[in-house]
């Protein structure tokens, strides 16, 4: 079974500061997503990464995968209050049904001003 | 182009009722993915349908949940007899090819009273 896990699973950081999210996962995959909800809302695709080595930054946010350390980063730079919410990592794996995603615990990130 | 849409947003339920949600995926999109979200939790995927067929149900309970995809009109999911674990935010999302990166609608969230 595919496991998908995140940490933190809790990160209050203040503004301004600097951190990384790590998204660790446990079988072969060459996608991976990550993705921002807000309390109550649905999922906000942020970013596709689909090859070993891939990096895609967006504004503050920047996302990376490394395919052979099954492991991606989503790292934060000068964090502003607005970048509070819960942040997803989801895997497709090699094998299996394409498109089917399977989901890590979440990261809620608490920008204090 | 609208969005995945789902409906409803909210859905109260008395144990032992049936819960029928409801997901017309976007335009031009025959493909969708059903995903349940325990509070606190990440999304865990029940079902994949395209057009008149589930091509993966491994998510779904075995008892109780059915999902239906017809050729005309919105993707059904159905859970009769609810309880209260099934109390929960369920979320469509749809794409229009395998391996294409999938938008989600906004959930819908089900408490059973």
């Known amino acids: 079974e595919l496991k998908v896990e995140q940490n933190p699973l809790f990160l209050s950081m203040q503004e301004g500061k600097n951190y990384t999210i790590y998204c660790n996962y446990s079988t072969t995959s060459d996608r991976l997503y990550w993705y921002r909800q807000d309390p109550g809302k649905s999922l906000e695709s942020l970013f596709v990464l689909l090859s070993n080595g891939a990096v895609k930054q967006e504004g503050r946010l920047m996302a990376s995968l490394d395919t052979k350390a099954r492991l991606s980063t989503l790292h934060i730079t000068a964090a502003v209050h607005d970048l509070s919410a819960t942040y997803f990592c989801a895997v497709v794996p090699n094998t299996g049904t394409a498109s089917k995603l399977t989901f890590g615990t979440g990261t809620r990130l608490q920008v204090t001003l | 182009n609208a969005g995945v849409m789902q409906n409803p947003r909210h859905l109260v339920r008395r144990r032992g009722q049936e819960a029928r949600l409801r997901c017309s995926p976007m335009k031009g999109h025959s493909h969708v993915y059903w995903y349940r979200q325990l509070p606190e939790e990440g999304l865990k995927f029940m079902v994949y349908l395209q057009k008149e067929n589930i091509i993966d149900e491994s998510g779904m309970p075995k008892e109780r949940f059915s999902a239906e995809f017809p050729k005309e009109g919105p993707s059904i999911l159905r859970i009769q007899q609810v309880v209260r674990g099934d109390s929960a935010a369920y979320f469509c999302?749809?794409?229009?090819?395998?391996?294409?990166?999938?938008?989600f609608g906004q959930g819908t969230r089900l408490t059973v009273v």
């Open positions: 999302a749809s794409s229009p090819s395998q391996g294409f990166p999938a938008f």
